[in-house]
C-alpha cells in the first residue's frame, strides 16, 4: 500500500507556471511507474506524464514541451513542473503510482485542482 499526496495546485493566469508535488506515504524506489494525470469537467481522465523507475518519461503530445516530470526517490516524491500554462490545461490533476511487486496494483491521490484563467 502507499497513500499519495498532491499539493501545488491553484489559479494562474495564461503563460504562468505552477509546479505540482506527489508526496509518497512509502519509498518509492521500488515503485515501476509514476505519473500524472488529468480530468476536466466532463471529459475522460487522461495521461500528462510518466517516468519509470529506471528515469524514463513519456509525454502527453499537448504537453510536450511545456511540461516536465521528475522523480526524487530520496524524498519520496514526484513532481510536475508547468510551463507556459493554457486554459485548456485547467483540470484537477492526479498522480498515479503503479507498483509491480506481487502483482500489478495502480494507487491514485486525492488530486489537485489546476486552473488556468486566460
Known amino acids: 500500500q502507499v497513500q499519495l499526496v498532491e499539493s501545488g495546485g491553484g489559479l494562474v493566469q495564461a503563460g504562468g507556471s505552477l509546479r505540482l508535488s506527489c508526496a509518497a506515504s512509502?519509498?518509492?524506489?521500488?515503485?515501476?511507474?509514476m505519473g500524472w494525470y488529468r480530468q476536466a469537467p466532463g471529459k475522460q481522465r487522461e495521461l500528462v506524464a510518466t517516468?519509470?523507475?529506471?528515469?524514463?518519461?513519456n509525454y502527453a503530445d499537448s504537453v510536450k514541451g511545456r511540461f516536465t516530470i521528475s522523480r526524487d526517490n530520496a524524498k519520496n516524491t514526484v513532481y510536475l513542473q508547468m510551463n507556459s500554462l493554457k486554459p485548456e490545461d485547467t483540470a484537477v490533476y492526479y498522480c498515479?503510482?503503479?507498483?509491480?511487486?506481487?502483482?500489478?496494483?495502480?494507487?491514485w491521490g486525492q488530486g489537485t485542482q489546476v486552473t488556468v484563467s486566460s
Open positions: 498515479k503510482a503503479r507498483s509491480l511487486v506481487g502483482g500489478l496494483y495502480d494507487y
Open positions: 517516468v519509470r523507475q529506471g528515469g524514463g518519461t
Open positions: 512509502r519509498s518509492i524506489s521500488s515503485i515501476d511507474a
